[in-house]
């Protein structure tokens, strides 16, 4: 399942980071759910509750931040938020786009408790 590994990915690096400044425990881990990601924020914390058992990462409480689709545009050389999911460049109609950010989840940030 695509959730689950990318759980144990998150699940890795806050353990990591944790590891590293000599925390008990991690209290929350902020994410960035691109639109294209395909990501579902309820399966990905349900994974997380589950993987996280256990872990310095248990009880954590995980925040999503959306993210809108960028586009750039090779007509006319802009780059711009799409309101909807599709391709077309809001500002000159063209297809010619190219996906800047919104496919990706990212890991912003990670609060610890020492
Ligand atoms: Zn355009």
Redesign the pocket.
Known sequence: MHELSLVAEILRLAEQHALEQGAMRVREIRLEVGVLSGVEPSLLKRAFEALSMGSQAEGAELIFEAKGLLLA?K????E?EAKELSMR?P????LQ?RVLAGEDLLLKTIVLEA
């Not at 007509?75 to 802009?78: D, G, S």
């Open positions: 545009c007509a006319c050389q802009k711009t460049c500002n000159c109609g063209s786009t």
